[in-house]
């Protein structure tokens, strides 16, 4: 979360040099602000890839999880078969009747 606020820090900044660039002409808050998100992504373009590669590496390794076999190729696990209503065994729980008192 840190790393967000100090970009949207970084961008708040840059647009506001951008509008006193203009001379601090009004009615370009919008362009002036998209403007500034351009240039910040650029800035940062190699580290988010970076982290985006690590983010999307880290997720393959843990989901692979398969299992070389004899002839080097790789055995993907079984996949869970999920219940459904026709495989699935139904339990019917039968309630006592009230006894009846006198």
């Known amino acids: 979360m840190e ?3 100090k970009l949207l820090n970084e961008i708040a900044c840059l647009a506001y040099d951008l ?3 203009r001379g601090r002409a009004h009615g370009f808050a919008l362009q002036d602000w998209l403007e500034a998100e351009r240039i910040v992504m650029e800035r940062y373009s190699g580290e988010i890839e970076r982290e985006a590669a690590a983010i999307t590496s880290g997720r393959k390794s843990k989901t692979a999880g398969a299992a070389k076999t004899k002839t080097g190729q790789t055995k993907k696990p079984a ?3 999920k219940a459904t209503a026709s495989t ?6 039968k309630r006592a009747a009230p006894k009846k008192t006198e």
């Open 19 to 21: 509008y006193e660039r």
């Open 79 to 81: 996949a869970k078969k």
């Open 3 to 5: 790393k967000k606020g």
């Open 88 to 93: 699935a065994k139904k339990t019917v729980t």
